[in-house]
């Protein structure tokens, strides 16, 4: 095997890698709102039904997780929901989205709530309904609040993805276990942890460029 | 006709009772000045003036109309969809919105209201903004239009929240000890504006702290202790005249 037949390999791994991830935000930042609701909901039965639900997601492995996902619908139904390689990707992607959506629920529940009372009282005074205030007051405030911690768990994202070889999806160390390392070949796991910190560096730029974005007001 | 009319409003926390009945009315165009010393209801009656707070029991009326009324034994009280929109409130924290400039600050109410009316009766943008100008101006800060409120000192950040309740063209405006949150040498500026405010038009209900101002600019003056209204009158009865041994305490207690 050569060197530009291993790069070929490589970056197909990677490719699902990012697939996997890009995907997982798509899906896990908006329903992480929607789960947020519920945690903050009034009425109580949803609260606590809510809860529940983020404290078994953050309290198992995301291992445990993507397993369940994958093998626990067909041992219920005897179907195969997921079904060959894309199967097991969407699998993964069903693990991470739920995974990921609560974590950030958390991280939005935070943002809301250290929103000051008096903000909120200014939007009814002057007559702006719940859902006005929410995404014309509240949101902007709740993002800039929430970018370091969003960053942090959005990188831990990007390393969370090579879980998914666990279910044989086809990501990077999965390619590079299977079909590399095999072969007695160690050089391109140094060449993988330099695909991420540039994945990551990358990141880290993007963040601190929303945050100077978000720096001409204060809160 | 007044154009307030408030009718034994009570209201409680838990076991403590912050408004024990509290009864008044407003003419149109007057200033109303609530005084006393902390605890005694003045905040609590104006949270429930304007609804951020609902009295347990009582009546609102604003031009004849109940807007509010609730009373013992009612799971929720009535109000009007339209007692929100009678009532201004400036805040003793400013709380304008940090991510908006001066101007998205006294535009975005105006603007989402006009969104809910019909095409044909809706103010335009260009009116809004005229008036946001107008408005502006006469608070002084026609120049810190596009500042954000991190940029300002208190009492314009005051002044750009007064600005910003007019907006709404309030039937009463109503004002929250709106320079106990400033340095001594920025309060004078806020109440020359809320001073200049005052017209035949304008109704206004102010709690404060400043004697000297209440005196000078109301027409009517309230003083409050334990949540009841202890006195009610003009100035010149409350701060020269005071009938309740309270009233008198209190006010031997303000150097003038």
């Known amino acids: 095997m050569n060197f530009s037949q291993i790069n070929l390999l490589l970056l197909s791994g990677f490719g699902k890698t990012c697939s996997l991830f890009f995907l997982t935000l798509i899906f896990a930042l908006p329903l992480g709102l929607v789960v947020m609701f519920g945690l903050i909901c009034p009425f109580k039965p949803l609260r606590w039904l809510t809860r529940t639900v983020v404290w078994i997601i953050r309290g198992t492995p995301l291992m445990l997780q993507l397993f369940v996902v994958f093998y626990v619908p067909g041992m219920l139904f005897h179907t195969n929901l997921f079904v060959g390689t894309s199967g097991r990707f969407q699998a993964a992607l069903v693990a991470f989205v739920i995974n990921y959506s609560c974590y950030f629920a958390e991280i939005y529940r935070g943002g809301v709530e250290s929103i000051p009372r008096g903000q909120y009282e200014a939007a009814q005074v002057l007559g702006l309904s719940r859902v006005e205030t929410f995404f014309r007051v509240v949101l902007m405030q709740v993002v800039k609040r929430i970018l370091a911690p969003m960053s942090n768990e959005v990188i831990t994202l990007v390393k969370d993805t090579s879980l998914a070889r666990v279910i044989a999806v086809a990501e990077i160390f999965y390619i590079n276990e299977v079909r590399i390392l095999s072969k007695a070949i160690i050089w391109p796991l140094f060449y993988i942890g330099v695909f991420f910190l540039l994945f990551v560096g990358a990141l880290t730029l993007l963040f601190n460029y929303a945050e100077k974005k978000l720096s001409y007001y204060k809160l | ?256």
Do not use: W
């Open chain 2, 1 to 256: 006709m007044a154009i307030l009319e408030v009718k034994n409003l009570r209201k409680h926390f838990g076991g403590n009772e912050v408004l024990k009945g509290v009864d008044f009315s407003l003419e149109k165009g007057n200033v109303l000045s609530i005084i006393g010393s902390s605890g005694g209801g003045k905040t609590t009656l104006l949270r429930c003036l304007n609804f951020l707070e609902k009295a347990d029991e009582g009546d609102i009326f604003v031009n004849g109309e109940c807007v509010y009324h609730a009373e013992a034994g009612m799971k929720k009280p009535v109000v009007s969809p339209k007692a929100q929109r009678s009532m201004g409130l400036v805040f003793q924290q400013f709380n304008l919105f940090p991510q908006y400039s001066v101007m998205d600050n006294l535009m975005l109410a105006p603007k989402l209201q006009a969104k809910r009316l019909p095409a044909d009766a809706r103010e335009s943008a260009q009116e809004i903004l005229a008036r946001a100008e107008a408005l502006l101006a006469r608070v002084g800060l026609s120049e810190k239009a596009n500042a954000y409120p991190c940029e300002l000192s208190g009492g314009q950040c005051q002044r750009v929240a007064i600005a910003r309740a007019l907006m709404l063209q309030p039937e009463i405006l109503c004002f929250d000890e709106p320079t106990s949150a400033l340095d001594p040498e920025l309060t004078g500026e806020v109440l020359r504006v809320i001073r200049s405010l005052k017209n035949s038009e304008r109704t206004m209900i102010i709690v404060t702290h400043e004697m000297e101002f209440a005196r000078n600019v109301s027409d009517k003056v309230i003083f409050m202790a334990d949540g009841v209204i202890e006195e009610m009158g003009t100035p010149e009865e409350i701060f020269d005249h005071p009938k309740s041994e309270k009233t008198a305490a209190f006010l031997s207690h303000r150097a003038f």
